[in-house]
């Protein structure tokens, strides 16, 4: 089932309003079509294929709003969903923090549909995969991955005439060679719009490396360390930033932006004066969505610059009640970097420690963001700018924000994926003193 | 991956809003009949050995609250039909919301393309264990009070009252919520199996803020709820289900109200206690506490698909490895421990009837006096172990994903010697009571780990000595579990679980608990999380 363009779109959606009885009508509607296949002892263990479509209407009287939804299409049902929400509106308590429809936008078309991955077939998931298990057979090592893909089409409508529509594409790949005797663990994570992007032989040739390379790992005592984090490392630290840059919360006092007495760190440096961080729908290396759910335009935005928190996220609600522009919460982020490559990075450090990837993520205290998890396929030693001998991985505990204070170097950056929210960001390898890691890890 | 439950913002929240009378409309089993037999001749027409087909009916009610605000309620349908399949060797699925015959089938035509096109990347062709079929049965959760009846009225005056009670008792902010969820599933296959199940599942919590203003500091104190595969009957409190400690401890039933104002109150507790000097001490765990080491350390690391290797991608692999458990003396632990594995268990998240591939559940031992005895398995699993049979342990989290193994209830023996709190911490000399999950985080092979907690309590000399705060504990699986120091008996023994633990790619979220008495454990070691930024 392909998924609706523009116009057929708004014309469901049109039919749907003139159905409307509420104060206040909107409507959502949502598509998409998934792929995966996933492998894991060198042989495919499951594979499937999704198709869902959803259509959400809510209608409001005053403060009082009532959502509902439904997957079929005829006028029969679509007037169906459109009564159902009423009533529901109607039995609902009042919210006081409603603060209604938003009223048209303008929208910039988002670059984040790409046919080719919207058309893969199984042959080519199966194609894919086949790729990265010969790589597994010529290295002797023991792959386990997954391929994802999918299209999907969002489009919203509501009665104060807003109109939204967009369609996106993404696959997702990730793979963990093993070596045979499981002394050795690598790993490789891509994402992108475009599936003639996707290299899952280089990915799984990367993986099977590090694999070798990190076998029979020495044990080295917990302590504070020099470290260079890979993209993948750096952003499920970093992410945890992006993740609670909301306003209310730190107005409220109960955010690592929030000060005694009541205000907040907003437009005080916080970081390093190296760091930039923004967001951009538009970046050709990782459009995203030029709407948000709500109907929100996305725009080009700093979060952090030069160090200083620049701009925080807001509901429309607590924007209103604060007086200031309601900044929606970004879909992605990316850091500005710097020139050097990972392995000048490597070349320019007398000791330290290259992680490559971070598992485990979780937050300790939100009061300063520490967070702890522990490093995983493939960690190694640094001394007088080569990497020396593989080490056993190990729990940290560190808050991103100290880490951004200890910055040494930035490097280039580059897209990568965070393997615990499964998000794309462009993020550089970053060098940091004095990481600090608390225990021991036996895990391979 | 972990328990994602104890973080309000990992709630998923699965389907699509639809009105609450709508979620009492029941689905005609006749017709799910009909609408699985389409399946599974596509199925077989087109070349399957094996087929199975879910029709998933999964309703969702949240209902949301912040200080005197009502923020949200949603009820929730995801309704739709999965079909696996085998051909040539190799499993493939597909999965539809569209109900009709001709939808369905071409589901089950797409699942055959899928396997077929996947066979040449088979090493060995899937190998089931044998599953007599059970003909047309039925299976119902126990519940005394189904809670989707329950007016949404008396949820929101229920949230209300509990936030205004922790607000009176000091919270500067509170959350709370009611989760509910019913999973009305039918699953048939080519064995000759139609089973028709109704599950129930509740979890009320709440999320307390307490704030120095002069300071700048905020602390926490979750709810000491459980999730439990009950009915609203959970809610009903009675005197003899509550356990008096350093605050009130739930079995079975939950008093809200009074938690949070408990909460309320040990909110600003924390704000003024001691911050914990590092070093070893013995814990004293209570089951809301102890529920969530067992479910990272024993639960996952037993989990058979990890142990070989098709979890290595993303949750990881185990030290349990299958030479562990063939020497047939591995000392997971000492043997004071003993650890069942079960899916019977009345009022669990993980009871049901029937497993997602048609095994009928039951209870096994996966640790005895120590010793790592057994593990958990699924059809394509259990000749592995040379099982003729699969324990039961096959899950998928809607009727759009592929089932695979899933942890079943995994809990720790209560001590067979007459016990109680006070008689353990009257051993301790140096040590802390922890109560209440909190952070959590374990290696991909489950070795290193590290919890937090909601309320510490500093032990001197066998007796409570004021709460301290900034308490984290790290060690390793097979030392912990060896350092066990005795627990309490029967009477202590309560159930924690974890409402969305996740797993697999992609992920899926599973319910499940986890019991005990209040263990103790000897010489583990604390960290201090206090940091400045």
């Known amino acids: 089932m392909a998924l609706l363009t523009k116009d057929e779109a708004y014309a469901l959606m049109k039919k749907v309003l003139s159905y409307s009885k509420a104060e206040e009508c909107e409507v959502n509607l949502n598509s998409s079509e998934n792929g995966n296949i996933r492998y894991a002892i060198n042989s495919v263990s499951t594979s499937g294929k999704t198709f869902s479509s959803t259509l959400v209407v809510q209608s409001s009287y005053g403060k009082k709003m009532g959502v509902a939804t439904i997957n079929e299409f005829d006028d029969a049902s679509l007037e169906k969903v459109v009564r159902r929400s009423e009533e529901l509106a109607q039995l609902a308590p009042e919210n006081p923090e409603y603060v209604g429809v938003l009223g048209p936008q303008t929208y910039k078309e988002a670059k984040t549909f790409i046919p080719a991955t919207a058309a893969v077939t199984p042959k080519q998931r199966a194609d894919m995969v086949e790729q990265s298990l010969a790589v597994a057979k010529k290295s002797n090592a023991i792959a386990a991955g997954f391929l994802e893909d999918s299209a999907y089409m969002a489009a919203m409508m509501n009665s104060k005439g807003l109109m939204a529509y967009n369609t996106g594409t993404n696959v997702n790949f990730s793979v963990t060679m093993r070596t045979q005797d499981a002394k050795g663990s690598g790993y490789a994570i891509r994402g992108f719009n475009d599936v003639t992007k996707m290299d899952t032989k280089l990915a799984s040739e990367i993986a099977a490396e590090k694999a070798v390379k990190s076998a029979t790992a020495k044990a080295i005592e917990p302590g504070k360390y020099t470290v260079i984090l890979e993209p993948a490392a750096a952003a499920v630290l970093l992410e945890n930033i992006f993740f609670n840059l909301d306003a209310r919360s730190a107005d409220e006092g109960r955010s690592f932006l929030s000060k005694p007495g009541g205000t907040t760190k907003l437009g005080e440096k916080l970081v390093d004066e190296r760091v930039n961080i923004y967001s951009d729908p538009m970046h050709p290396d990782m459009p995203t969505s030029t709407w948000n759910g709500d109907g929100r335009p996305q725009e080009k935005i700093s979060w952090i610059e030069k160090g200083v928190i620049k701009n925080l996220t807001y509901s429309r609600y607590w924007a209103e009640k604060k007086g200031v522009k309601a900044i929606p919460g970004p879909d992605s982020a990316i850091m500005e970097g710097g020139t050097k490559t990972l392995e000048e990075l490597i070349a320019g450090t007398k000791k330290g420690i290259l992680v490559t990837k971070l598992w485990y993520i979780r937050s300790v205290d939100p009061q300063s963001l520490l967070l702890t998890g522990l490093t995983r396929d493939g960690t190694f030693y640094i001394e007088n700018g080569k990497i020396q001998y593989p080490i056993k991985n190990f729990r940290f505990n560190e808050s991103p924000i100290i880490m951004l204070n200890n910055l040494e170097e930035i490097g280039k950056v580059e897209r990568t994926v965070s393997t615990e929210s499964n998000n794309n960001y462009l993020i550089p390898p970053l060098k940091v003193r004095d990481f600090t890691f608390s225990s021991l890890s036996d895990a391979v | ?533």
């Open chain 2, 1 to 533: 991956m972990g328990a994602a439950a104890t973080m309000l913002p990992a709630i998923p929240i699965v389907g699509s809003p639809i009105s609450p009378e709508r979620a009492l409309e029941a689905v005609d089993p006749a017709m799910k009949k009909r609408l699985a037999d389409v399946a599974l001749n596509a199925g077989r027409s087109r070349g399957a050995t094996y087929v199975d087909v879910r029709i998933g009916r999964y309703l969702n009610q949240f209902v949301v609250t912040r200080e005197e605000k009502v923020q949200n309620i949603v009820n929730t349908e995801s309704f739709g039909l999965g079909v696996r399949v085998i051909a040539n060797g190799s499993w493939g699925f597909a999965a539809t919301d569209k109900l009709d015959n001709d939808s369905v089938a071409k589901a089950a035509e797409a699942a055959v393309a899928i396997a077929k096109e996947n066979s040449r990347l088979q090493t060995k062709p899937v190998q089931l264990a044998p599953q007599k079929g059970h003909g047309e049965v039925s299976w119902k959760a126990p519940i005394a009070k189904n809670a989707f009846e329950v007016p949404i009225k008396e949820k929101v005056d229920l949230l209300l009252n509990v936030n205004s009670e922790a607000m009176k008792a000091g919270a500067n902010y509170i959350t709370s919520l009611l989760f509910l969820v019913n999973e009305q599933k039918y699953f048939a296959s080519t064995d000759g199996s139609y089973i028709d199940q109704d599950i129930h599942r509740i979890w009320p919590a709440f999320f307390i803020t307490k704030i120095d203003a002069a300071s700048g500091k905020f602390e926490t104190r979750n709810s000491l709820s459980a999730p439990m595969g009950m009915g609203y009957e959970y809610l009903d409190w009675r005197p003899q289900d509550k356990i008096n400690s350093v605050t009130t401890l739930y079995k079975g039933r939950y008093d809200m109200l009074e938690d949070a104002k408990a909460g309320g109150r040990q909110a600003g507790e924390k704000i003024t206690a001691k911050s914990v000097d590092a070093g070893k001490y013995d814990l004293v765990l209570d089951p809301s506490h102890l529920w969530l080491t067992i479910h990272e350390s024993v639960g996952h690391p037993t989990e058979l698909d990890r142990v070989l290797g098709y979890e290595a991608n993303f949750a990881g692999t185990s030290f349990l490895t299958l030479d562990k458990w063939q020497s047939k003396k591995f000392n997971f632990g000492n043997n004071l421990v003993n650890i069942v594995a079960d899916k019977t268990q009345v009022g669990s998240l993980g009871a049901v009837g029937y497993d997602d591939e048609g095994v009928q559940c039951g209870k096994w031992d996966l640790i005895k006096d120590g010793v790592l005895v057994n593990y958990q398995t699924i059809r394509d699993q259990a000749h592995i172990l040379g099982l003729n049979a699969s324990q039961g342990c096959c899950y998928a989290d809607n009727w759009s994903s592929v089932q695979f193994q899933r942890m079943p209830n995994v809990s720790l023996q209560p001590g067979k010697e007459k016990k109680s709190v006070d008689d353990l911490i009257k051993g301790v000399e140096k040590g802390i009571y922890i109560v209440g999950d909190g952070s959590f985080s374990i290696d991909q092979q489950r070795y290193n780990f590290q919890f937090g907690g909601q309320l510490f309590y500093e032990i001197k000399n066998g007796k409570i000595d004021g709460m301290l705060k900034d308490v984290a504990y790290q060690s390793n699986t097979q030392e912990f579990w060896n350092a066990c120091g005795g627990m309490a008996d029967e009477s202590d023994y309560r159930l924690g679980g974890a409402f969305g633990d996740g797993k697999g790619q992609p992920p899926q979220s599973n319910a499940v608990s986890h019991g005990s008495s209040t263990t103790r454990f000897n010489g583990v070691n604390v960290i201090n999380t206090a940091r400045k930024i």
